[in-house]
């Protein structure tokens, strides 16, 4: 079975504080995604990764950049949490059909 | 772009049919469908190419009509287990990066 695995399932960070959250999947996949879900908006996508040090900007990027040093991990980092990116953020990766989602980071910023 | 999901939300009984729609204003080139229970994350439930036939397991299939830009989710006989959130998301293009469009879902609650 496909395994992402998220470093945190919840967290609360203050306004200003830099934060970071790391995604493992363990079926060497290429391609990697990160979202964020918001009730009522669905899934949107921040960024993505289809090699290593390769990344694309999503839907919506503004306040997020992402780090893909290994294969297997893909980082997503908020330089200066804000409190309008409180959310679930959920990783995703696929081998090319089908994306496999973690369990989620569930991020409050206060 | 992002694809309109129809209806928003569902309430069936145990065993009755349900049918979930997704429309894209653009040619597609694939439509992928997921599920998600409340707490948990998305799950792949199965993906429809350009081209391709009807797609299904058990009594979960859908449909993927090209020239309307269209895919539509089939669940018949529904479970309990059936309820949560179903996304789709749309693939515009033959990429190798697998990047999709969701739409905001709709929601299927079961009663016993």
């Known amino acids: 079975d496909v395994k992402v695995t998220q470093s945190s399932r919840y967290l609360v960070k203050r306004t200003g504080e830099k934060v970071f959250l790391e995604c493992v999947q363990d079926m060497d996949h290429e391609n990697m995604f990160w979202y964020r879900q918001d009730p009522g908006l669905g899934l949107r996508l921040i960024y993505f990764?289809?090699?290593?040090?390769?990344?694309e900007k999503g839907d919506i990027p503004e306040g997020y950049s992402v780090s893909r040093e290994k294969k297997e991990r893909f980082s997503l980092i908020l330089e200066s949490a804000s409190t309008n990116q409180t959310s679930m953020y959920l990783c995703?990766?696929?081998?090319?059909?089908?994306?496999?989602f973690g369990p989620g980071t569930r991020l409050t910023v206060t | 772009q992002q694809p309109v999901q129809s209806p928003q939300a569902v309430i069936l009984r145990e065993g009755e049919d349900a049918v979930i729609n997704c429309s894209s204003s653009k040619a597609l080139y694939s439509v992928h469908w997921y599920r998600q229970k409340h707490g948990e994350a998305p799950v792949f439930l199965m993906i429809l190419l350009k081209g391709g036939e009807q797609k299904g397991h058990e009594k979960i299939s859908a449909s993927f009509n090209e020239k309307k830009q269209q895919s539509s989710l089939y669940l018949t006989a529904s479970q309990l287990s059936y309820s949560g959130t179903y996304f789709c998301?749309?693939?515009?293009?033959?990429?190798?990066?697998?990047?999709?469009?969701f739409g905001k879902g709709t929601r299927l609650h079961i009663l016993p």
């Open positions: 998301g749309t693939e515009l293009n033959e990429n190798r990066d697998d990047k999709i469009i």
């Open positions: 995703a990766s696929s081998p090319g059909f089908g994306q496999y």
């Open positions: 990764s289809y090699d290593v040090k390769m990344k």
